[in-house]
Nanobody, 124 residues
Framework: QVQLVESGGGLVQAGGSLRLSCAASGRTFRRYAMGWFRQAPGKEREFVAAISWSGGSTYYADFVKGRFTISRDDARKTVYLQMNSLKPEDTAVYYC?????????????????WGQGTQVTVSS
């Protein structure tokens, strides 16, 4: 397994931007598909974006398409989530997940390791 640490969250006004980072430890990072999920108070964890182990494929929830971009830097063992045009409904704790054998990128149960999360708050 890999250990994951998210960073980059914070308070931003609607329409602003943030870039989340997820730093991984372990020698096998290149083999992992990576995903970002979020959880708002009183709601279930939901899929946001994912990237394949090769970086050749990316996947997005409909509500972030055109606003968020996921990318990975295997040399730095880091995955990023660039978030633009933020809305108050994007307020949540954002979690980074890593999975070796991901069948469905939208399913959190397909990811094996998780970070502690980083809070994103968007004010109106």
């Amino acid at each position: 397994q890999v250990q994951l640490v998210e960073s980059g969250g914070g308070l931003v006004q609607a329409g602003g931007s943030l870039r989340l980072s997820c730093a991984a430890s372990g020698r096998t990072f290149r083999r992992y598909a990576m995903g970002w999920f979020r959880q708002a108070p009183g709601k279930e964890r939901e899929f946001v974006a994912a990237i394949s182990w090769s970086g050749g494929s990316t996947y997005y929830a409909d509500f972030v398409k055109g606003r968020f971009t996921i990318s990975r830097d295997d040399a730095r063992k880091t995955v990023y989530l660039q978030m633009n045009s933020l809305k108050p409904e994007d307020t949540a704790v954002y979690y980074c997940g890593a999975g070796l054998d991901v069948g469905s990128y939208e399913s959190s149960s397909d990811f094996d390791s998780w970070g502690q999360g980083t809070q994103v708050t968007v004010s109106s």
